[in-house]
């Protein structure tokens, strides 16, 4: 079990961050905010997936005010991204947002983020502070650097520049923020991470930015995410996806499934097949993926091609398939259950979980 650090506990709408509370899964809408429709059919797309708190783009004035007709129609909490326009967060604030995220790197006036901190406040509306590694260090600086060759700790940077308006946000008496330090790169993001971890207890939303298309952002995100998590840092997370936003919801859930940090639900896992498997062991996972996608409950399935480690592996799950030419076998609970024809399996194993997935979720009983 991993060990968690522990801090103190923001409650964004009605979700709890930090504290003992479960690390959460976040996500950022793709429409422009002003379409509500659009950007309703988006969030409850999400929230269908998993995500469990929600922030949208307000570059502009009518952004800011569409946030209190969105609410009305979603179920999650909301969080106005507010970067340059500082009238935009007070605009944000009035139409009901959930939570304000401000970017140092690009609104630095002390007086008017002690306003929206004290607005904020007035509200019981939290903050996030998100330090952005491709914002917060002045060109002037990054190219001077780069044409003397001279090394520069990004890392170092963006922890100091944390630790400034933590500092800052403190003296004017507002401690109700989490924290986020993101970079494009893996390195910085958790060697910043690790660093203003050590020195406050705020909550820590965790996340690689920019961190590409699919592939690249799935990779990037589970060693930059899943690292800091494994070390017990993070208390909500979003994966950066250039793409469907409903990919990071995908990913965010199978990193802290991964990391037995999810909330309860199905956990499958497949071997990579081999020359020993008789079946298309692809199509077949793919297939049971994909059917029992919407079911319930806290369950661990294993999908396996053949006798090696497909017994032993099942006897660890609630509920396995050990597949081969001809015929399969299912586990339940640790034990073999029955021999099963191959031209079914696929239609008897998912009737199997979803037996047991009804069975998880009844009230008063317990799983594995």
């Given amino acids: 079990m991993i060990q968690r650090r522990q801090s103190r506990t923001v409650v964004v709408g009605k979700v709890p961050i930090g504290g003992k509370n479960p690390v ?31 922030r949208v783009a307000v570059p502009k004035a009518g952004d800011a005010q569409a946030i209190a007709e969105i609410k009305k ?11 340059f326009a500082p009238t935009l967060a007070f605009a944000a604030l009035e139409a009901g947002a959930d939570k304000i995220r401000i970017n140092p790197g690009n609104i630095k006036d002390r007086e008017v983020l002690t306003k929206i901190a004290r607005a904020a406040a007035s509200r019981g509306v939290p903050m996030r502070i998100g330090v952005n590694g491709g914002s ?6 990054r190219l001077a650097d780069r044409a003397a060759n001279a090394p520069f700790d990004l890392s170092e940077y963006m922890a100091h520049e944390a630790f400034e308006w933590i500092e800052f946000f403190e003296t004017i008496g507002f401690r109700d923020f989490v ?6 790169t893996v390195l910085d993001t958790v060697r910043a991470t690790q660093k203003v971890a050590a020195g406050c207890d705020y909550p820590l ?10 592939e690249e952002a799935t990779i990037r995100s589970a060693m930059g995410i899943g690292s800091l998590l494994l070390q017990g840092i993070g208390d909500t997370i979003r994966v950066s996806i250039a793409g469907p936003p409903l990919d990071e919801i995908k990913v965010g859930r ?8 999810a909330a309860p639900g199905i956990n499958l896992v497949a071997c990579p097949s081999c020359g020993r498997s008789e079946i298309d062991l692809a199509k077949t996972v793919e297939e049971i993926k994909r059917r029992t996608a919407g079911f319930k409950g806290n369950m661990h399935i294993a999908v396996m091609g ?9 006897v660890e799950g609630d509920i396995g398939l050990v597949a081969g030419r001809g015929f399969a076998f299912i586990y339940k609970n640790g034990k073999k259950h029955r021999r099963i024809p191959e031209a079914t399996m696929i239609d008897e194993f998912v009737a199997e979980v979803k037996a047991m ?4 979720k009844a009230p008063g009983s317990s799983s594995s």
């Avoid at 959460?24 to 309703?40: H, Y």
């Avoid at 924290?179 to 494009?184: D, E, I, W, Y």
């Fill in 24 to 54: 959460i899964v976040q996500s950022m809408t793709k429409t422009a905010t002003s379409d509500v429709d659009a950007t309703v059919r988006e969030i409850l797309e999400l929230e269908e997936a998993g995500c469990q708190i929600i």
């Fill in 205 to 214: 939303h965790l996340g690689v930015t920019h961190a590409g298309a699919i």
């Fill in 73 to 83: 129609r979603i179920h999650i909490p909301i969080v106005a991204d507010i970067h």
């Fill in 306 to 314: 053949c006798e090696v480690n497909g017994p032993g592996e099942s």
């Fill in 136 to 141: 917060i260090v002045p060109m002037d600086i």
């Fill in 254 to 261: 199978e990193i802290l499934k991964s990391l037995g940090l």
């Fill in 179 to 184: 924290v986020s330090l993101k970079a494009s």
């Fill in 357 to 360: 997935s009804a069975e998880s």
